[in-house]
């Protein structure tokens, strides 16, 4: 069996913890068997891996992410990254051809999808056991997981069976997200939710896929769909396969199943009211409180709030009000100041914008894992200066390397070709000086590090 985990999302629903390159998915907030915290993806990883599916996994998802996978994950799955984000049919075609260009997977194999981020019990494996085999037995070309409902929800969409039986069940129709008063009566009539999984042997897919692909991509390799994926719709999987399958069934599951897109839901199941430096008095009822930050946060007489602090910005909110959190943060500043790479982390100090034109400064802690660099690159329109504060290291700086260490500086001025590399870990400060400061000025160049042996 083929598993494809879709990882996607914007990161705005648990700000100021996600953004944009760092979705919720990634927050290591849930608590893990070892007694240490672990993400959403990892923690539906590990379930994988402990079940008895014998699932060989793939992650679908977008280049903002690759990194904060590879370094989750530790490099155990196949990633396939959009290079444009579009939707989820066509996210999940790229992962197909993936599958059958570069791992020869044959058209008969069983492909299940499911997002990276539920929050699930053991059971859900077993249901998409339980899918996966209808799909081999010729039950249906397609198979979804119908979550069971436990309130009548207007989130989710709704999967309403011909006939309600225990067991694989032909689906009669979908709706979409309803009012509460047409969520009771879907709920009456048997209807499960959507949970956006389903099932289908690799061919199934392949073939609604190739109505996109013209000569060149059918005859060309995995990196000429690749680079011809604009021609895919911007279409979801529902619209574009569910809704227009001519043989459907869903498989019901009752069990745990969370979808923790908002802090009030996050909060359950964090498993203690603070994580980080933070202190509640006595009269603090429901409160809960993650902060990021060196500095310590303090609640007293709080009632049913939750407080998020993270070197992005500051969060309090009550939680009956979380769901509203995404238009305001779409009006804050874009630029993450926290990101993860898998050559290290950067932390934002400082975006000091002057009065005077070109005045800007953007201060960054930099740390680099040992052997990691950062790629040989110049700037077009920004100066830095590199001030190191622990660790060993070596500068490469327009071709000439030097080893660096606590307290030395490097003047890299703009249009020089620089990079560095960790020998233990590495710590520096960076000045960015120019206008515009933006992460797109940049210039990568080959790089075979003088003196290694080829």
Known sequence: MQLILLSGGSGKRLWPL?????????????????G?????????????????????ITVATGEGQKDAISIQLEESVDIVTEPERRDTFPAIALACLYLSREKHCGP??????????????????????????????????????????????????????????????????????????????????????NGGVFAFRLGYLLDIASRYMDSAMREGSFADIRANYSKFPKISFDYEVAEKAESVAVVPFKGIWKDLGTWDA????????????????????????????????LCIGTDNIVVAASPDGILVADKNCCENIKPYVARLEERPMFEERRWGQYKVIENYVGE?????????????????????????????????????????????VRKVGRGDVADIRAGQKHAVRAVTELHFIEVQLGDPLVEEDIIRHEL???????
């Open 266 to 297: 996050l909060s359950e199941v964090l498993g203690q009211n603070t994580i980080g430096n933070a202190v509640l008095d006595s009269d603090a009822h429901d409160t809960h409180v993650v902060n990021r930050l060196d500095i310590p946060c």
């Open 18 to 34: 996600s953004n944009d390159s760092y979705s919720k998915q990634f927050l290591r907030l849930l608590p893990a068997p070892d």
């Open 108 to 193: 008969d194999e069983v492909v299940v999808v499911m997002p990276s981020d539920p929050y699930i019990d053991d059971g859900y494996f077993k249901v998409i056991g339980r899918m996966a085999e209808a799909v081999q037995d010729g039950a249906a070309q397609l198979v979804l997981m119908g979550i069971e409902p436990t309130y009548p929800s207007t989130k989710f969409g709704y999967i309403v069976p011909r006939e309600k039986k225990d067991g694989i069940m032909e689906v009669g129709r979908f709706t979409e997200k309803p009012d509460a008063a047409r969520a009771e009566e879907l709920i009456g009539m048997g209807a499960l939710w």
């Open 356 to 400: 005077e034109p070109g005045s800007h400064a953007l201060v960054k802690h930099i740390i680099l894992k040992p052997g990691k660099n950062i790629s040989y690159q110049e700037h077009h329109h920004r100066s830095e200066i590199w001030t190191f504060i622990e660790g060993e290291g070596e500068l490469l700086l327009d071709g000439k």
């Open 448 to 454: 075979s590090w003088p003196g290694d042996k080829a």
């Open 36 to 56: 240490s915290r672990e993400s959403m993806v990892q923690r539906v990883v590990r379930q994988i891996r402990s079940s008895d599916l014998g699932a060989q």
